[in-house]
């Protein structure tokens, strides 16, 4: 069995370490609910979990309903009504395979942690995913990165 990464002071402390976390296998959303009307969304409560599992780890993050933040956190308290396998699907498919190389936090002008960047391949061959919280759910983006000179 993988470790389980809980905290994000334990994912920094594997990514430093030879060999680190491993390639990336799959990634999930695990859904609480198996339907949810909008007010639902809104109410506070934490109702997804994207989970990465890794060669030797397994990464949790929680979209924090009651401020929006996403946490690396333990697999979570609840049994998943659905979980929706995002592997074949992009971004993820593209990373399938894919060392993870670097984690960054980022905080918004209210010092709110709403989003984590996940950096995967090595040197030269790297691709970054921006993992944000919005209205109690999660929003993927791809980061583009180019040279500006």
């Not at 060999?19 to 990634?27: C, K, N, R, V």
């Not at 308290?77 to 990373?95: C, E, R, V």
């Not at 942690?113 to 209205?135: K, M, P, Y």
């Amino acid at each position: 069995m993988p470790q389980s990464i809980r905290t994000w002071n334990e994912l920094v402390k594997l990514l430093d370490l030879e060999p680190g976390p491993g390639t990336l296998q799959s990634a999930a959303l695990l859904c609480r609910e198996t339907s949810l009307e909008a007010d639902r969304l809104l109410d506070g409560s934490d109702l997804f979990y994207l989970r990465l599992r890794l060669d030797a780890a397994e990464l949790h993050l929680r979209a924090v309903g009651a401020n929006d933040e996403t946490v690396v956190a333990p697999a979570p308290p609840w049994t998943p009504k659905a979980t929706h396998d995002l592997t074949t699907s992009p971004p993820w498919s593209n990373l399938a395979g894919k060392f993870l190389s670097r984690a960054w936090r980022l905080f918004n002008d209210r010092g709110y942690a709403d989003g984590i960047s996940l950096e995967f391949g090595l040197d030269g061959e790297q691709s970054r995913v921006l993992v944000e919280t919005s209205a109690s759910s999660f929003r993927v983006s791809v980061v583009e990165s180019r040279s500006l000179f």
